[in-house]
């Protein structure tokens, strides 16, 4: 049985003229009337108020490494209590993840906890950090802000697995309560963004910009390569100067293999040899950790020292073979400072994926 609808207040919105309200978390600004659903189909309008049906409900909470968000730089080898909900603000023809976020029905929530509940889950599993993803947390921002404030009561470290599409105002709200960060930069030109996400480019560089230069979030960026879609040279190359001009060397680029999924069946898998050549272009542009995922590629997944150009982490997928980082962050081999977010390195949590049911609770 799925977990009843809930009718949490929600935040950014106001009233227009004609009784209607306007969502004002993201740039899609749904105007709705009673009873209607946004475009993410989890904020409503009832009782000439704006809810959030999905707060405290959730589709599945897993124990992941870290390396699955994908985080490499930001406390390798660590594992992390992930969880979502339903629905997205985006409507991506290839969403790989679409029976989750593309959902209109409400039964794929069957687990439900409050954040005090998951903050103690990630405490007694001996997870670093909480992870909000498999859809969007953007669009259960108000649940998710909530979950960080009990994290960090406890300790824990939160994570957003997002695409970044947000107005400004909630933006800054939201990322000021996360540690770190996993954006899609899904293409880099408006007619990918239009015609397969109803979507603009502008919004989520926008999103990028804010939270690299303007917060405390540890950032990491991920293009999924759509063969005929978003893979030329000449797009690969245009997207990693930006993120080389706009954010700097240090922010990590992961090019992350498509499968033909959900609306877009017509295009073929990302074939191996794309992702290496997307990554070598990125290098040659200045970025200093760029990474391939979804396939098998060692060299694409270990993070290399740009002082000495050593590894400091060997993976495979979410393996982690060798580490030569100190705590305090630096390259064991020269001591050049690797970016990102380390600490005490302890036995990697490896590739597995421990499901973990929870049910509402009470406070103690």
């Known amino acids: 049985m799925s977990i009843a609808e809930s009718k949490y207040p929600a935040r950014w919105w106001h009233t227009l003229e004609d009784g209607r309200i306007q969502c004002d978390l993201c740039p899609r600004d749904c105007k709705l009337h009673e009873g209607n659903r946004g475009a993410c189909f989890v904020r409503a309008m009832r009782d000439g108020k704006l809810v959030l049906t999905t707060y405290g409900r959730s589709s599945g909470f897993c124990i992941d490494p870290i390396e699955k968000k994908p985080l490499y730089n930001f406390y390798p080898g660590s594992s992390v209590l992930s969880f979502g909900t339903a629905g997205c603000n985006l409507a991506c023809k290839f969403c790989q993840n679409w029976d989750i976020s593309k959902s209109r029905q409400m039964d794929t929530l069957m687990d439900a906890a409050t954040p005090e509940a998951i903050a103690k889950a990630a405490v007694e599993h001996g997870s670093r950090s909480v992870a909000f993803t498999y859809n969007d947390p953007v669009i259960f921002a108000e649940y998710a802000m909530d979950c960080a404030d009990a994290c960090h009561a406890n300790n824990i470290q939160t994570v957003a697995v997002t695409a970044g599409y947000m107005h400004a105002a909630p933006c800054r709200e ?118 391939t995922g979804n396939v098998h590629d060692s060299e694409g997944d270990t993070t290399y020292c740009p002082g000495c150009k050593k590894a400091v982490i060997e993976r495979d997928w979410y393996e982690i073979f060798s580490y030569a980082i100190t705590d305090d962050g630096r390259c064991k081999h020269c001591g050049r400072r690797i970016s990102g977010r380390y600490g005490d390195y302890r036995q990697p949590f490896g590739a597995r994926r421990i499901p973990v049911r929870m049910a509402m609770q009470e406070d103690a």
């Open 174 to 291: 939201f990322y000021a309560k996360m540690d770190a960060a996993n954006i899609d930069l899904k293409a880099f030109t408006e007619e990918f963004y239009f015609k397969l996400c109803v979507g603009h480019l502008k919004d989520v560089l926008d999103t990028l910009a804010y939270v690299h230069h303007e917060t405390q979030c540890w950032l990491e960026i991920t293009t999924l390569l759509i063969p005929g879609h978003n893979d030329t040279e000449q797009e690969i190359t245009e997207l990693s100067k930006w993120v080389a001009k706009e954010l700097g060397p240090d922010v990590p680029l992961h090019f992350s293999a498509f499968h033909p999924d959900y609306k877009l069946l017509d295009a073929p898998a990302t074939p191996q040899a794309t992702l290496a050549r997307a990554r070598h272009i990125a290098i040659d542009q200045g970025l200093h950790y760029v990474y």
